[in-house]
């Protein structure tokens, strides 16, 4: 059940804005998104749980939708720092408050000056 | 927030041994997982580790081959046995806050990389 992430890659410049989407064929309870820099642990963004509001982290911002069970994370005049590869993970809605996370494949995200 | 340290950070191994990876948390946490990453790859998990109960093992992932300790709410071990080349990879441990202003976020080791000849 592993969530489908698209694109796969994308490369920006500075300033520019990008969409990723994450989408499970199961019903889930939430939405993690993190990002990891090459070499490093990854990092928490946000959480879009069911029911929930749009969540930001700075200029990312990201929603849930419930009907569709997909996610999308809008990165808004992007930032050298944004580069890296970012991961969704899904909490199934029958798993609720496990925080046992599936992760996407991810994206990874180039951002060019 | 949480800080994790792990050891090793990376290790050569020889196929057929054994390694032993620590992971200390600097506050009480319940609830810890390990996580399995190829480089370059998406993270799966391998199991849940919280304190006072046995692990889960997700689905491809089974206890003689990674057995692991929780003795406390800071620490613990995952081993992989009998080591082959496809256990190259790298491990993480993973925490998760359960309460407060960081409630759901899990918190990442920095990885040990294991490399089986």
């Given at each position: 059940?592993?969530?489908?992430?698209?694109?796969?890659?994308v490369?920006?410049r500075?300033?520019?804005?990008?969409?990723?989407n994450?989408?499970?064929?199961?019903?889930?309870?939430?939405?993690?998104?993190y990002?990891?820099?090459?070499g490093?642990?990854?990092?928490?963004?946000?959480?879009?749980?069911?029911?929930?509001?749009?969540?930001r982290?700075?200029?990312?911002?990201a929603?849930?939708?419930?009907?569709?069970?997909?996610?999308?994370?809008?990165?808004?005049?992007?930032?050298?720092s944004?580069?890296?590869?970012?991961?969704c993970?899904?909490?199934?809605?029958?798993g609720?408050?496990s925080?046992?996370l599936?992760?996407?494949?991810?994206?990874?995200l180039?951002?060019?000056? | 927030?949480?800080?994790?340290?792990?050891?090793?950070?990376r290790?050569?191994?020889?196929?057929?041994?054994?390694?032993?990876?620590?992971?200390?948390?600097?506050?009480?946490?319940?609830?810890?997982?390990?996580?399995?990453?190829?480089?370059?790859?998406?993270?799966t998990?391998?199991?849940t580790?919280?304190?006072?109960?046995?692990?889960?093992?997700?689905?491809?992932?089974?206890?003689?081959?990674?057995?692991?300790?929780?003795?406390?709410?800071?620490?613990?071990?995952?081993?992989?046995?009998?080591?082959?080349?496809?256990?190259?990879?790298?491990?993480?441990?993973?925490?998760?806050?359960?309460?407060?202003?960081?409630?759901?976020?899990?918190?990442?080791?920095?990885?040990?990389?294991?490399?089986?000849?």
């Amino acid at each position: 059940q592993q969530p489908v992430q698209s694109p796969q890659a994308v490369i920006l410049r500075e300033g520019e804005d990008a969409v990723i989407n994450c989408s499970s064929s199961k019903a889930l309870y939430s939405v993690h998104w993190y990002r990891q820099k090459h070499g490093e642990a990854p990092v928490f963004l946000m959480i879009l749980l069911k029911g929930g509001e749009q969540m930001r982290h700075e200029k990312i911002s990201a929603s849930f939708n419930e009907k569709k069970q997909q996610s999308s994370l809008y990165l808004t005049a992007s930032q050298l720092s944004y580069s890296g590869t970012y991961f969704c993970g899904t909490e199934l809605g029958l798993g609720a408050g496990s925080y046992q996370l599936t992760f996407g494949k991810g994206t990874k995200l180039s951002v060019i000056p | 927030s949480a800080v994790i340290s792990q050891k090793p950070s990376r290790d050569i191994c020889q196929r057929g041994t054994s390694l032993t990876i620590q992971c200390q948390v600097d506050s009480q946490v319940t609830m810890m997982f390990w996580y399995r990453q190829q480089p370059g790859q998406s993270l799966t998990l391998i199991a849940t580790a919280n304190q006072g109960s046995e692990a889960t093992y997700e689905s491809g992932f089974v206890i003689d081959k990674f057995p692991i300790s929780r003795p406390n709410l800071t620490f613990s071990t995952l081993t992989v046995s009998n080591m082959s080349p496809e256990d190259s990879s790298i491990y993480l441990c993973s925490v998760v806050l359960t309460s407060g202003a960081n409630t759901g976020e899990l918190f990442f080791g920095e990885g040990s990389r294991l490399t089986v000849l």
